[in-house]
């Protein structure tokens, strides 16, 4: 496979895992590492920006196939077939919510707050 058709298929894996997300059938914690991965993948803030040399986009490579490698395992055969299918199907990209965004910069600032505290009671 050439680079384009291995980011295109990662990119509907992910986009499989969305819809394992919102399925009855997958487990809680397969949800909840589907969820995360999905959240990281598709976040506008990126934890090591890309300008970083070699390191930027190093977790792209690595955690994002990583990840969807081990939930994979996790949800059940005929369930990822049928999210498969209908991540193949989809035309366009999820609908954003202003909720989510919300969500994910609230933690993006408490983990920030968090290494800021932490760093300073650290070094006081």
Do not use: Q
């Amino acid at each position: 496979m050439r680079w384009t058709e291995t980011a295109r298929h990662l990119k509907r894996e992910v986009y499989a895992l969305y819809f394992a997300v919102r399925d009855p059938r997958v487990p809680w914690y397969a949800k909840a590492i589907a969820g995360g991965i999905v959240a990281y993948t598709f976040s506008p803030i990126d934890p090591i920006p890309d300008f970083i040399p070699l390191l930027g986009y190093l977790d792209e490579l690595i955690l994002i196939p990583l990840g969807v490698l081990l939930v994979r395992r996790l949800i059940p055969a005929d369930v990822l077939a049928d999210c498969r299918a209908r991540a193949a199907t989809l035309s366009e990209k999820p609908k954003k919510s202003g909720i989510g965004a919300a969500i994910v910069v609230g933690i993006w600032l408490a983990l920030s707050g968090l290494s800021v505290l932490l760093t300073v009671r650290w070094f006081n």
